[in-house]
Nanobody
Framework: QVQLVESGGGLVQAGGSLRLSCAAS????????MGWFRQAPGKEREFVAT???????TYADSVKGRFTISRDNAKNTVYLQMNSLKPEDTAVYYC?????????????????WGQGTQVTVSS
């Protein structure tokens, strides 16, 4: 059974940092693209960042320069380092994995999802 488990969310003041982790189990995703998405109350799920198996990454314009996605294939884990957080970053953050190796910004192209972790940024 494939599982993605996020951790690292919490409450932080504006300008602060958090590091999210997503640990995968049940199969290896070392050759798969991984992604982070987020969903704020009353809004649709939106793309945050994606990374392919060799470390190539793509970011949403809203987080570029502030967030960094990375992965440790040996640990089957993907990370999202979030710096200079803003109140508008408040959302539930979801980790996702694709069967394919190519990066994607579309949530419909991801096959596995975590349960989400809440990030709240206070002003």
């Amino acid at each position: 059974q494939v599982q993605l488990v996020e951790s690292g969310g919490g409450l932080v003041q504006a300008g602060g940092s958090l590091r999210l982790s997503c640990a995968a189990s049940g199969r290896t995703f070392s050759k798969s693209a991984m992604g982070w998405f987020r969903q704020a109350p009353g809004k649709e799920r939106e793309f945050v960042a994606t990374i392919n198996w060799i470390g190539g990454s793509t970011y949403a314009d809203s987080v570029k320069g502030r967030f960094t996605i990375s992965r440790d294939n040996a640990k089957n884990t993907v990370y999202l380092q979030m710096n200079s957080l803003k109140p508008e970053d408040t959302a539930v953050y979801y980790c996702a994995a694709r069967e394919g190796s190519a990066r994607s910004t579309w949530y419909t192209e991801y096959d596995y999802w975590g349960q989400g972790t809440q990030v709240t940024v206070s002003s």
